[in-house]
């Protein structure tokens, strides 16, 4: 006779495997960005900047700052403009914020990793560069496969 504990036991462990080595969801990245050099409000403000940017071209104000994006040669994003692509990152699927080491008082730059579709898919690598005032002074943009860890 099988003692029933042993059972239960198994059972659960079974059931709760698939969970427990599930990849994370798109949503679960947005919600949890991992951050680098900085805390969660000044990684939230600087979200805010750059999708304060966005609205604002879209809107069809002016901005000042350069705008750069590229991709390997033989993805398709090649041909897609910085300016479309920087309108369409999404910023709600932002994996990791870092704030870079820098010793020039005059500029901060920042990296920010978004993925698009998801882990293990192709992500946007972007460059954020804020000036002394805190304005962007420069979004550059790379279109690239993650890391293969």
Do not use: H
């Amino acid at each position: 006779m099988t003692n029933p504990r042993c059972f239960l036991l198994a059972a659960t462990a079974l059931l709760l495997a698939p969970a427990a080595l599930a990849q994370p969801t798109p949503a679960d990245v947005a919600a949890q960005p991992q951050l680098r050099g900085l805390n969660a409000e000044e990684a939230a403000a600087l979200i805010a900047k750059i999708a304060d940017a966005q609205a604002r071209l879209k809107n069809g104000e002016k901005a000042y700052f350069e705008l750069l994006s590229g991709a390997p040669a033989s993805y398709p994003m090649t041909r897609t403009a910085p300016r479309d692509a920087f309108l369409r990152l999404p910023l709600a699927k932002t994996f990791r914020v870092e704030r870079k080491a820098t010793d020039n008082k005059l500029w901060q730059p920042y990296r920010i990793i978004v993925l698009p579709d998801g882990p293990g898919k192709l992500l946007w690598d972007v460059e954020v560069v804020l000036g002394i005032d805190g304005q962007i002074e420069r979004i550059a943009m790379l279109y690239r496969s993650p890391a293969p860890f």
